[in-house]
């Protein structure tokens, strides 16, 4: 039987979070027979993260590292209408996945769910997770409440497209930052997106790394630039810094 959908996954040394994100999405078809193909592209790994992949998943396959040329090999190996994008931090809730099955009985061109980040940390004991848990939620009310109004999906909304559309549009820009700004622009051209509440649950982990506002301030001066014409190389050199 063809899937109804499939559900793309780049991973580069992912092992902590793989098994989760994985086990949940199989978790999900078995209750909700949702008909999924699950494909995992893995980007170069060093850790065992595709050893963990290859029991859950219906492909592991290798692809040249860098998140845009991953999900392109991936949808490229899909056999479903409907392609998921869904990044190895970020997990697909109970309360989005039926949201989605209903969506996709409807056709939809595209769309993307509302995020809620969550604190990766357990230290607690100067209450730095509650203080992030605090920045965690505006943010993501921030994030989502932009995509609302402009009808750009970041990556971490778990973007879902049909795939004849995808095609169309050539697939994720090959390039190393901003693929997901440039996807949504592309489908933005064939129809307004399809804005789930689910949500969908990302790890702080790279906020908490670099600081929380820090990385917002860091993330802000990115997309400007990159509105103003920056080359997504140049903004990639910048964002590794």
């Given at each position: 039987m063809t899937p109804s959908l499939s559900i793309i996954v780049p991973t580069l040394n992912e092992a902590g979070s793989i098994e989760q994100v994985l086990t949940s999405v199989r978790a999900l078809d078995r209750k909700l027979s949702l008909g999924l193909e699950l494909i995992v592209v893995d980007g170069g790994s060093q850790?065992?993260?595709?050893?963990?992949?290859?029991p859950l998943a219906d492909q592991v396959i290798d692809a040249p590292?860098?998140?845009?040329?991953?999900?392109?090999?991936?949808?490229a190996a899909a056999s479903s209408d409907y392609l998921l994008f869904l990044h190895a931090d970020t997990v697909l809730t109970s309360a989005a996945a039926k949201e989605l099955k209903v969506?996709?009985?409807?056709?939809?061109?595209w769309g993307r769910f509302d995020v809620r980040i969550e604190s990766s940390s357990e230290d607690n004991t100067t209450g730095t997770t509650e203080n992030n848990a605090g920045m965690f939620r505006v943010i993501s009310f921030?994030?989502?409440?932009?995509?609302?109004?402009?009808?750009?999906?970041?990556?971490?909304?778990?973007?879902?497209?049909?795939?004849?559309?995808?095609?169309?549009?050539?697939g994720f820009t090959?390039?190393?930052?901003?693929?997901?700004?440039?996807?949504?622009?592309?489908?933005?051209?064939h129809a307004k997106p399809t804005c789930l509440r689910g949500p969908v649950i990302t790890s702080g982990r790279r906020w908490e790394a670099n600081g929380v506002w820090a990385t917002i301030f860091l993330m802000w001066r990115l997309r400007?630039?990159?509105?103003?014409?920056?080359?997504?190389?140049?903004l990639a050199r910048a964002y590794k810094r």
């Open positions: 850790d065992n993260t595709k050893t963990l992949a290859e590292r860098g998140r845009a040329r991953q999900m392109n090999a991936g949808a969506a996709l009985a409807r056709e939809p061109v921030m994030m989502n409440h932009r995509s609302r109004l402009t009808g750009i999906a970041t990556g971490d909304q778990a973007i879902f497209v049909r795939r004849d559309v995808f095609e169309s549009i050539g090959d390039q190393p930052l901003m693929e997901d700004i440039e996807l949504s622009k592309q489908l933005c051209k400007w630039r990159y509105w103003r014409g920056q080359s997504a190389e140049e």
